[in-house]
């Protein structure tokens, strides 16, 4: 069962474009992952949201969250070529709190 | 720092063989899962284990076996594999924090075909 759904699934922008990524979920969370995923690669930690906060930055990407709406977006701004890849939002789900991913995010950043 | 370390990179099996899939980390990390990626799919919880000597099932835990002797390793069995068992899977690793704070570290997976 999905927890996360991540909106659009892919997303194509010419680099210097800022990206946009949103996940939606469908219960309370204590908090919300990003996770980027290359091909072929396995997925690397972003940035972690808790539920008590609002907004996030981390160099160029910024989280926001809205628990009233039960949603999060990612922000990339000033794209390069190398964030291609796919994005994933995660929130803990069940009694053991272990982490349920959404499908994810294709993003294509042409030179 | 090597991580989470996964053997091997790529496996054919045929219908009814076994196998296990490696899984080993160096961060002391107390949980331990492993995910399925399937296309259009997402990564889906296989089993995970909060300590050594101590696993459960995931979301999709049929057809698939561990166990968690070590802290370090988190071995994934398949007992009689199946076409729907090809898949790419993935380890995960992480401290145990309250509120499950704490970052899930992967390793690059095992790309499993099962004809």
């Known amino acids: 069962s999905q927890q996360g759904e991540e909106d659009p699934q892919a997303l194509s922008i010419q680099e210097g474009e800022n990206a946009t990524m949103n996940c939606s979920y469908k219960?309370?969370?204590?908090?919300l992952q990003w996770y980027r995923q290359n091909s072929g690669r396995g997925l690397v930690h972003l940035i972690l949201?808790?539920?008590?906060?609002r907004e996030k930055h981390s160099g160029r990407l910024r989280v926001t969250l809205d628990t009233s709406k039960k949603s999060s977006s990612l922000l990339i701004t000033a794209s390069r070529a190398a964030d291609t890849a796919s994005y994933f939002c995660?929130?803990?789900?069940?009694?053991?709190?272990?982490?349920?991913f959404g499908k994810g995010t294709k993003l294509s950043v042409k030179p | 720092n090597a991580g989470v370390t996964q053997t091997p990179k790529f496996q054919v099996l045929k219908t009814g063989q076994s196998m296990t899939l490696q899984c080993a980390q160096d961060?002391?990390?107390?949980?331990m899962s492993w995910y399925r990626q399937d296309p259009g799919m997402g990564l889906r919880l296989i089993h995970y284990?909060?300590?050594?000597?101590?696993?459960d099932q995931g979301e999709v835990p049929n057809g698939y076996n561990v166990s968690r002797s070590t802290t370090e390793d988190f071995p994934l069995r398949l007992l009689s594999a199946a076409p729907s068992q090809t898949s790419v899977y993935f380890c995960?690793?992480?401290?145990?924090?309250?509120?499950?704070?704490?970052?899930?570290?992967f390793g690059n997976g095992t790309r499993l075909t099962v004809t």
């Open positions: 995960a690793s992480s401290y145990i924090l309250q509120g499950r704070d704490s970052p899930l570290h």
């Open positions: 961060m002391n990390h107390e949980y």
């Open positions: 949201i808790r539920s008590n906060e």
């Open positions: 995660a929130t803990a789900g069940g009694s053991q709190g272990n982490l349920i």
């Open positions: 284990s909060v300590g050594a000597g101590i696993t």
């Open positions: 219960t309370s969370i204590n908090n």
